[in-house]
C-alpha cells in the first residue's frame, strides 16, 4: 500500500496583529520530504511515527512537508500559498497514491483565508480523486468546517487537554486510513454544533469521564471514531466552536444518534466544567500560608495560544508582595537575552524586562538581577516531542525569585523548561508557568496546590465578551441554554 503524508500546523489568534512569516515556521523547523528522519523527536514526530508503522505493516510512505508554528496571528498569504502548494505538488508527482494520511490543526487563518485546512482539503480530494482515502489528524482546539468534513473521510482530534495522546491518536487515523484503503471499513460521518465556546480541561471531572465515554465507544458497534472539537475562542472565524462527531461504519444514522446524543450530554456538563480562575491576590495568598509548592498558571500570557509571552502583570505583583523562593517563566524577551548573554553568567546588572508587545503585556519592569545561567539552546520536554526556547537566560532578582526568559517564543510544558537552564524547583515554594494547561501532566506530580490565575492578558478567558466579527453570536455562555445542531455539510453553505 502506498501512502502519501504531510504536516501542517499552526494555531491562529486572530486578535492579534502579530503575523506568522516564514521565521516562525524556520524556528520550529520546515522540513521538505525529511522531516521524520532530521526531527523524530520533535516537530517531525508524527511523521516518523507514520513511517515506522507504514514499514513494519509493509507499506510505502511519501513524505512532503512537515511544518509548524507557534501560534501567532495570521499567516501571510505568500507563506500559506508556498506551504499549501508543495504539498498539493508533492501528492501529484506521488500518484498513484491509496490513502492520505494528514496531520492538520484545524485553526489555520492566513490573509483571506480563513478555513486553510478545509481549502488544502479541497484540493487534496480533487487530486485524488472520490474513491481514496483522505484520513486527517486535528487539534483538540480546531475548527471543524463543513468545508473539511465534506472533503475527508476520515478526521480524527486528539481527545485530551492537555494533549498527552497526540501520537495515540495519530496511530487511529493511520489504522483507520489503512482500514478504509483495503475496503475493511467504510466511514461515514456525522457532526453537531454544539453551539458552544470555552475551554474544557479532561484532567478534571466531569470532563475526565466524558472522554472515557467517547474512547469507550470507538471500535465498537459499528462506531469507528469519536472526536469532540474545542474550537479555538480566539479565531475570529464563522464556524468557531465546539463540535462533535462521530465516524461509523457505513451506519451514517447510527453516526447522526450517537453524535447528538454525545453532544446534549457535553452540552449538559456546561456549567460543571468550567475552568476554575483563581484572582491573583488570592492564590498568591494561598501559596504563602501553604506548605509544598503551588503552581500558578498565567492562562492569559500563553504562547501557545498566540500572546506574546511578556506580561508582566504576575511578576509585578509578586515584586510589590516581597514574593521570595519563586521562579516564574518562560519571558519572550529578546533583547534582554542579548543583553544578559553579553554580561555572562555571574553578572549583575540592571535590566528592563518584558511589556514590550502592546497592551496586553503591562508595562515593563526594571529590575536588578543577577545572571544565574546562559543556555544556548533551551530545550524542554513536550507533549510527544521536545520543544525549544532558543538561547535562553535564567536571572535572579534581589529578593530571590528566578527568571526565565526565552528568545524563542513557546509555553512551558514540564519543568525541564526551568530545570535545563539551572533553576532547581524542588525548593520552591511558588512557580509561576506561562501556560493556559498544557503544563498540567507533567507538573501535577510536584504541586501540592495548581491556581488558574486571572490576570489580563491576550487570551481573555471571559468568552462571553470575546469580540467576535464573524463567529455567530449565538453560542453559550452569551445564551444559556445552547441547543445542539446536526450539520448538514452535503453542498457549500447548508445548514
Known amino acids: 500500500m502506498h501512502i502519501f503524508a504531510a504536516q501542517l500546523l499552526t494555531e491562529t489568534n486572530t486578535l492579534t496583529s502579530t503575523p506568522t512569516g516564514w521565521p516562525a515556521y524556520e524556528e520550529f523547523g520546515l522540513f521538505h520530504g525529511d522531516g521524520s528522519r532530521r526531527a ?69 487563518v492566513a490573509d483571506g483565508c480563513d478555513d486553510c485546512e478545509g481549502e488544502i482539503l479541497d484540493e487534496v480530494r480533487r487530486i485524488v480523486g472520490p474513491h481514496v482515502p483522505v484520513a486527517v489528524e486535528l487539534d483538540l482546539h480546531c475548527h471543524l468546517t463543513r468545508r473539511m468534513l465534506r472533503a475527508a473521510d476520515i478526521l480524527a482530534a486528539y481527545q485530551e487537554y492537555p494533549h498527552d495522546d497526540i501520537l495515540r491518536r495519530a496511530r487511529h487515523v493511520y489504522d483507520l486510513a489503512v482500514a478504509a484503503a483495503a475496503r475493511r471499513v467504510h466511514p461515514v460521518t456525522a457532526a453537531v454544533d454544539c453551539r458552544m465556546s470555552g475551554l474544557w480541561h479532561t484532567t478534571r471531572e466531569p470532563m475526565k469521564s466524558f472522554v472515557a465515554e467517547m474512547q469507550a465507544l470507538e471500535g465498537r458497534d459499528g462506531v469507528l471514531s469519536v472526536s469532540l472539537g474545542h474550537g479555538f475562542p480566539w479565531g475570529d472565524v464563522a464556524e468557531e466552536g465546539a463540535r462533535l462527531w462521530v465516524v461509523a461504519d457505513g451506519d451514517r444514522a447510527l453516526a447522526e ?15 460543571a466544567t468550567l475552568p476554575p480562575l483563581t484572582a491573583l491576590d488570592d492564590a498568591l495568598d ?26 508582566t502583570f504576575i511578576l509585578r505583583r509578586m515584586l510589590e508582595r516581597g514574593v521570595r523562593n519563586a521562579a516564574i517563566g518562560a519571558f519572550w524577551d529578546l533583547g534582554a537575552v542579548h543583553i544578559c548573554r553579553d554580561a555572562g553568567v555571574g553578572a549583575r546588572l540592571d535590566l528592563r524586562l518584558g511589556g514590550k508587545c502592546g497592551p496586553y503585556s503591562g508595562d515593563p519592569l526594571d529590575l536588578s538581577v543577577t545572571v544565574t545561567g546562559v543556555v544556548e539552546d533551551l530545550w524542554q520536554r513536550g507533549l510527544d516531542a521536545d520543544e525549544r526556547f532558543g538561547p535562553a537566560v535564567a536571572l535572579r532578582t534581589e529578593n530571590g525569585i528566578d527568571i526565565l526568559v526565552c528568545s524563542v517564543r513557546c509555553q512551558v510544558f514540564s519543568p525541564s523548561a526551568f530545570t535545563n537552564a539551572g533553576i532547581a524547583l524542588a525548593d520552591k515554594q511558588l512557580v509561576v508557568v506561562k501556560s493556559t494547561q498544557h503544563f498540567y501532566t507533567a507538573f501535577a506530580p510536584l504541586a501540592a496546590r495548581t491556581f488558574y490565575v486571572s490576570t489580563p492578558g491576550a487570551l481573555r478567558q471571559d468568552f462571553g465578551a470575546i469580540p467576535y466579527r464573524h463567529r455567530d453570536p449565538v453560542y453559550w455562555p452569551r445564551i444559556t441554554h445552547p441547543e445542539p445542531v446536526l450539520l448538514n455539510f452535503a453542498s457549500e453553505g447548508s445548514e
Open 286 to 311: 494561598a501559596a504563602a500560608r501553604a506548605d509544598g509548592l503551588t503552581v500558578l498558571a498565567d492562562v492569559a500570557d500563553n504562547a501557545g495560544g498566540g500572546a506574546p509571552g511578556d506580561s
Open 257 to 271: 444518534a450517537t453524535a447528538l446524543r454525545l453532544a446534549r450530554r457535553f452540552v449538559a456538563l456546561r456549567d
Open 40 to 108: 523524530p523527536d520533535a516537530n517531525g514526530a508524527f511523521l516518523a511515527a507514520l513511517r515506522n508503522w507504514c514499514e513494519a505493516d509493509g507499506h510505502r510512505m511519501t513524505e512532503s512537508l512537515c511544518a509548524a508554528a507557534q501560534p501567532n496571528g495570521v499567516t501571510v498569504r505568500p507563506v500559506y500559498e508556498a506551504l499549501r502548494a508543495e504539498i498539493l505538488a508533492d501528492l501529484r508527482a506521488a500518484l498513484p497514491v491509496d490513502a492520505v494520511v494528514l496531520h492538520l490543526h484545524g485553526a489555520m
